[in-house]
Each structure stands twice: as structure tokens, then as C-alpha cells.
Antibody
Framework: QVQLQESGPGLVKPSQTLSLTCTVSGGSISSDGYYWSWIRQHPGKGLEWIGYIYYSGSPYYNLSLKSRVSISRDTSKNHFSLSLSSVTAADTAVYYC?????????????????WGQGTLVTVSS | DIQMTQSPSSLSASVGDRVTITCRASQSISNYLNWYQQKPGKAPELLISAASSLQSGVPSRFSGSGSGTDFTLTITSLQPEDFATYYCQESYSNPFTFGGGTKVEIK
């Protein structure tokens, strides 16, 4: 059973960089075919996909966040990380890491089948 | 970006009721549509992928249908543990937009 656990500061100051790590157990982030993802949920609101890092190490980002987002990984620690720069209060959210899979052979087909419990990050001075 | 519109945004139902939630995409997304269930304070759980494919372990009272722009999630006999918020998600193109959610409450 794959398990994911987010960790990182719960409070970040405006204009600084938000950094979170997702530690994976029960499976390797280098396993063929998975997309290790970050998704966030603003308080009381819906969900927003941030990006993923493919098992091969290639990242892919939400185009609206691309200029501020970086997702990296450390295969020796079996974890992947999110960096979001120049944060504002609008980045206050619960941040989830998730494992993504894909069905079909077309352009899309991504789904998120295992999720961490989520971590609340507040942007405030 | 593709816009995903769920309706209703909330509903009240009783145990045993049949519940239908609709998700409409702003453009055709073929069958690239997933459904999730989220309970308060918890992460979403994947129920259905590819519009109609039930995930392993998900009760058969849940079903999904549709293609193109119009999709439906149906719960045939609502159980106490089904009271939650349900989200659709298009997986056709970046940014893989989620719908606004449908909160299913106890009548």
C-alpha cells in the first residue's frame, strides 16, 4: 500500500518561497508510469493541480503557476519536493501530494489514486 | 483552460435515496473525466476514472457515465458514509481542472 506524507513549514512570509516535501513509502518514485503530483485546496474551496514529476524525473507544471513552481525529487530518499516562489496570501491552502497514473494512450487520462493527508500552509507576515 | 461546472453545488438526501451529480465541461474531453469523494478534513479519494471505470474497492452503488462534455455520477442507494463532497476532474489538458464540488448532506 503506497503512502504519502507531506512535510514542511506551516507558515511562510509573503514574497518568500514555500517549500514542501512528500515522502513516499510502500513504493518507489522511480517506478515506471507514475506521476508524482502536487495539488492544493484553498480554504473552503475547490482543488487545483500544481504539477507533477514523472518517474523519469521530468517535471510538468500548471501553466498558470509555471513561472513560480519547481518540482524536484531525491530518489535516494524516495521523496519529491515542491517549491513555490514569491508567495502571496492567495497561496494559502492545504497542499496535498499524490500519486498520479494515466489511462489510455492519448493526450490526457491522468488520475490521482493515492494522496497524502495534506498540510496547511498559511502565507502571512 | 477547460471549465468544469458541477451541479448542483449541494443537495440534501436521505439514506437509501438515488443521487445524481452532473459535471459539464466547457469543451469536449472525450472520456477524460475522473470523480473523487472528499470528507471533511481528509484528502480526496478517487472513485471513478475514465468517466465510468470504478476503482478497486469502491462500492458498486457508485457509477459514472458520459462522454464529450456531459458526465454523471450516480449513487444508487445512498449510505451514511456517502455524505461528503464530490468533485469531477478533467484529465484532458493542462491544468486538469477540478469542478467546484457537490456537497451531499443528510436530509
Amino acid at each position: 500500500q503506497v503512502q504519502l506524507q507531506e512535510s514542511g513549514p506551516g507558515l511562510v512570509k509573503p514574497s518568500q518561497t514555500l517549500s514542501l516535501t512528500c515522502t513516499v513509502s510502500g513504493g518507489s518514485i522511480s517506478s515506471d508510469g507514475y506521476y508524482w503530483s502536487w495539488i492544493r485546496q484553498h480554504p473552503g474551496k475547490g482543488l487545483e493541480w500544481i504539477g507533477y514529476i514523472y518517474y523519469s524525473g521530468s517535471p510538468y507544471y500548471n501553466l498558470s503557476l509555471k513561472s513560480r513552481v519547481s518540482i524536484s525529487r531525491d530518489t535516494s530518499k524516495n521523496h519529491f519536493s515542491l517549491s513555490l516562489s514569491s508567495v502571496t496570501a492567495a497561496d494559502t491552502a492545504v497542499y496535498y501530494c499524490a500519486r498520479g497514473g494515466r489511462y489510455g494512450s492519448g493526450r490526457g487520462g491522468y488520475y490521482f489514486d493515492y494522496w497524502g493527508q495534506g498540510t496547511l500552509v498559511t502565507v502571512s507576515s | 483552460d477547460i471549465q468544469m461546472t458541477q451541479s448542483p453545488s449541494s443537495l440534501s438526501a436521505s439514506v437509501g435515496d438515488r443521487v445524481t451529480i452532473t459535471c459539464r465541461a466547457s469543451q469536449s474531453i472525450s472520456n477524460y473525466l475522473n470523480w473523487y469523494q472528499q470528507k471533511p478534513g481528509k484528502a480526496p479519494e478517487l472513485l471513478i476514472s475514465a468517466a465510468s471505470s470504478l476503482q478497486s474497492g469502491v462500492p458498486s452503488r457508485f457509477s459514472g457515465s458520459g462522454s464529450g462534455t456531459d458526465f454523471t455520477l450516480t449513487i444508487t442507494s445512498l449510505q451514511p458514509e456517502d455524505f461528503a463532497t464530490y468533485y469531477c476532474q478533467e484529465s484532458y489538458s493542462n491544468p486538469f481542472t477540478f469542478g467546484g464540488g457537490t456537497k451531499v448532506e443528510i436530509k
